[in-house]
Structure formats: structure tokens, C-alpha cells
């Protein structure tokens, strides 16, 4: 798409820390990270959230799971990191392009959510 922020990384229209890369998938780092670990991984077909994704794009959504623990390793979170998939606007999603965010350590990234 040719306004999204995530499909022009994916051209390289516009500049990212790629961490890994595929013909499937890219990972780049946050721009404004979270934790000393914060890599954002996504399908290089414009998906644009899980809201709207089909049954066809099963095999990348399980690909981009499947390589979570290889990029979390390599970017230093070698003992567990935690992923996020915020959705639509009550899973408060900015970038209206898939996106796992993995966020790791080497310390524990903290509570989960605050409890009702
Ligand atoms: P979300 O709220 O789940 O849609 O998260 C969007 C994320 O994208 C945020 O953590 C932003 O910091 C990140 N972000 C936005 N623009 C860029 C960019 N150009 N490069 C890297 N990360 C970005
Ligand atoms: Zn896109």
C-alpha cells in the first residue's frame, strides 16, 4: 500500500534498523523502543491487522511466530522476551500494518497488563 509507513520500509522508501530479513518477512528496531529489546516483525504483504487477515495468510502469521525466538536471541533476549500484536483501535493500533512487536530483556520486561 502506498501510503503505509511499514510497506515503504519494506521498499526501502523510507529508512530501518533491519535486524532480519526475508522474502516473507522483515524485522527492523523501534524507533522509539520500550525495552532494551524492541523489534517490530512483519509480513512484507501489506496485512493490515489481525482483524482483517484471511485464512491465506496463515503460513506467514506462522512464520513470523516460528522466527520470534531467533530474532529476540540474536538482539539479546536469549531467555525469553514477550510479544505483542496490538489490534484496531481497542487494542489501540497506530500502524495499520500487521506488526509483532517482540520485546525482551536481558531483564524481565515487566507486568503484563494492569489489572482491572
Ligand atoms: P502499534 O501501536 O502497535 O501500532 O505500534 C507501532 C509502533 O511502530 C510503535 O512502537 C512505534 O514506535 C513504531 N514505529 C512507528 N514508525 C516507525 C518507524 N519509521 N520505524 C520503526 N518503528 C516505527
Ligand atoms: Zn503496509
Known amino acids: 500500500m502506498s501510503d503505509c509507513i511499514f510497506c515503504k ?3 526501502g522508501k523510507i529508512p530501518a534498523q533491519k535486524v532480519y530479513e526475508d522474502e516473507d518477512i522483515l524485522a527492523f528496531n523501534d524507533i522509539n523502543p520500550a525495552r532494551p529489546v524492541h523489534v517490530l516483525l512483519i509480513p512484507k504483504k501489506h496485512i493490515t491487522s489481525l482483524a482483517t487477515a484471511t485464512a491465506g495468510d496463515t503460513p506467514v502469521l506462522g512464520k513470523m511466530l516460528a522466527k520470534a525466538n531467533e530474532i529476540a536471541s540474536a538482539q539479546g533476549s536469549a531467555d525469553g522476551f514477550r510479544v505483542i500484536i496490538n ?11 500487521l506488526h509483532i512487536h517482540i520485546v525482551g530483556g536481558p531483564d524481565p520486561v515487566g507486568p503484563m497488563l494492569k489489572r482491572l
Do not use: A, L, W
Not at 87 to 97: D, I, K, L, M, S
Open 9 to 11: 520500509i519494506v521498499d
Open 87 to 97: 489490534t484496531g483501535r481497542v487494542g489501540q493500533q497506530e500502524v495499520p500494518h
